[in-house]
């Protein structure tokens, strides 16, 4: 199947670098927290797995439900820090509620977390989490 070759074709692993090229498919949003709790272990940082899947699983679920299209996540292991990002297709950029209520509710708390980069072919969302 296309969508299988898509999750498989395009995971890059370095000493401090993880990437995966995912389809946008609910799944794919359970493959990166799996991913995030396999490079917490390698990278023995095991203090930051929950809040760094609480926050891929967001990313990834907006690029899943909003953009709809292929998207990339990456992390990578930096000195004091594990960063995490999303760059999915789109080029409809993402905006923040300035209503409290509605940003502590489904759909609006995601991007209460990270800023997003915008670009021309897509844009890529990333949020750091301390070590």
């Keep these: ?41 390698a990278w023995q940082i095991p203090a930051v797995t929950q809040p760094a899947q609480a926050i891929v699983s967001e990313l990834a679920g907006n690029a899943v439900l909003h953009a709809a299209t292929e998207f990339d996540v990456t992390l990578s292991l930096l000195a004091g820090h594990l960063r995490i990002s999303v760059r999915d297709r789109s080029t409809t950029l993402p905006h923040r509620s300035m209503d409290t209520k509605s940003a502590l509710t489904e759909g609006g708390r995601g991007l209460m977390i990270t800023e997003a980069l915008s670009a021309d072919d897509g844009k890529t969302v990333w949020a750091i989490v301390r070590t």
């Design 1 to 41: 199947m296309r969508d299988a070759g898509i999750a498989a074709r395009a995971l890059t692993q370095r000493p401090n670098r993880r990437h995966r090229h995912l389809p946008p498919q609910p799944w794919s949003v359970t493959s990166t927290r799996h991913m995030v709790d396999a490079a917490c272990a």
